[in-house]
């Protein structure tokens, strides 16, 4: 089975005081990892958690890194061929902003095997929920402790009571990438004619964390 690594980041007000957090997830047991830098942007704060998530493998350790930040599930499997070809410069001739931290973790993730996987933000996901909290907390200059374990205070700190949506949603998942729809139709317009790819109808928010959290595990 596959470590899997949970990562965010973010700021307040961008540039800003920021945090970062990484779960750790090894068969069944958890480990939580944060921190904080005076004056950071949003995206350095996505970059810096996955670099330090990185940091955390051991030699030849295969992983999920798992993040809802686009920028940096973008930048690592696609932006990066390019930038490197032109000498860190992007299309248009102009520098790579945060070359430091995109040398840095291509140089972290050469000779991994390594799977980078896109989840939406803010949507129930409860590793993503509990990084999203540490980041933030750091952020704002608060404490954290930072647990190791089963996991059961990432999932007992989910709401308890189910909230009915008032109309559907309706997931899709495509190589990993996990996407929300307000209709049927648009749902499966996204995986028409991809082989492995899903929809599910989710009325509440309780099936919409269970069946995120799921779809996780299958992989």
């Known amino acids: ?34 921190g904080s830098e005076p004056e950071t942007t ?77 989840i939406a933000g803010h949507s129930g996901h409860p590793e993503n929920e509990r990084c999203d909290k540490i980041a933030n907390t750091f952020a704002r200059g608060g404490e954290v402790e930072l647990k190791k374990g089963d996991g059961s205070w990432i999932y007992s700190s989910m709401p308890v009571a189910d909230e009915v949506y008032e109309k559907p949603l309706y997931l899709s998942e495509v190589k990993g990438d996990i996407r929300e729809h307000k209709s049927w139709p648009e749902c499966e317009a996204r995986i028409k004619g991809v082989k492995g790819s899903r929809c599910k109808k989710v009325k509440t928010k309780g099936e919409h964390i269970a069946t995120i959290a799921a779809w996780g595990d299958d992989k």
């Open 42 to 118: 949003n995206n350095r704060m996505e970059m810096r958690a996955a670099l330090e998530g990185l940091g955390l493998l051991a030699p030849g350790e295969a992983a999920v890194v798992i993040t809802d930040s686009r920028y940096l599930i973008d930048g690592i499997t696609k932006w990066i061929h390019g930038w490197k070809r032109k000498g860190w410069r992007k299309s248009d001739g102009a520098e790579v902003l945060n070359r430091d931290l995109w040398e840095a973790l291509d140089k972290a993730a050469e000779g991994k095997p390594l799977e980078w996987r896109h």
């Open 1 to 34: 089975m596959k470590t899997k690594v949970f990562t965010d980041g973010g700021c307040i007000g961008n540039p800003g005081p920021g945090g970062w957090a990484a779960i750790v997830l090894r068969g069944e047991y958890y480990e939580e990892f944060g």
